[in-house]
C-alpha cells in the first residue's frame, strides 16, 4: 500500500529553519514526482514546492522562492523540505503528497501523509 510519513516539524522562532522528511514506501519512488502542501486553520490547502522523478526539476510558489528548498533521495525514498527564515505566517500542518488530476480537474490518483505541524512563533 502507498504510504507517505511525513517528520520533522516543531517550534521555531522567526527566522529560524527547519527540514521535515517524507518517507515513502509501497510504489517505485523514483517513478514519481512528489509535492508538498500545507494547510494552516480557516485557510485553504496550498501548494508549497514540487520536485521531478530525479531531483533535477523544481517548483515552488511565489512566497516559499528563496526561502525553501524541495530535494530527494531516491536511494532512500524519502523528500525533503528545507524551511529557512520561516515567518508566523509559515504556521501550519505540512503535507507529503504524490498525485495527479485529469485533463478536467479529476483526480486520477491521490495520497497524503498524516501531516506535521510547522508553528513559527517568538
Known amino acids: 500500500q502507498v504510504q507517505l510519513v511525513e517528520s520533522g516539524g516543531g517550534l521555531v522562532q522567526p527566522g529560524g529553519s527547519l527540514r521535515l522528511s517524507c518517507a515513502a514506501s509501497g510504489f517505485t519512488f523514483s517513478n514519481y514526482a512528489m509535492t508538498w502542501y500545507r494547510q494552516a486553520p480557516g485557510v485553504e490547502r496550498e501548494f508549497v514546492a514540487g520536485?521531478?522523478?530525479?531531483?533535477?526539476?523544481?517548483y515552488y510558489a511565489d512566497s516559499m522562492k528563496g526561502r525553501f528548498i524541495i530535494s530527494r533521495d531516491n536511494a532512500k525514498n524519502t523528500v525533503y523540505l528545507q524551511m529557512n527564515s520561516l515567518k508566523p505566517e509559515d504556521t501550519a500542518i505540512c503535507y507529503c503528497?504524490?498525485?495527479?488530476?485529469?485533463?478536467?480537474?479529476?483526480?486520477?490518483?491521490?495520497?497524503w501523509g498524516q501531516g506535521t505541524q510547522v508553528a513559527v512563533s517568538s
Open positions: 520536485v521531478g522523478r530525479s531531483g533535477g526539476s523544481t
Open positions: 503528497h504524490i498525485g495527479e488530476r485529469t485533463p478536467s480537474g479529476s483526480p486520477w490518483y491521490d495520497y
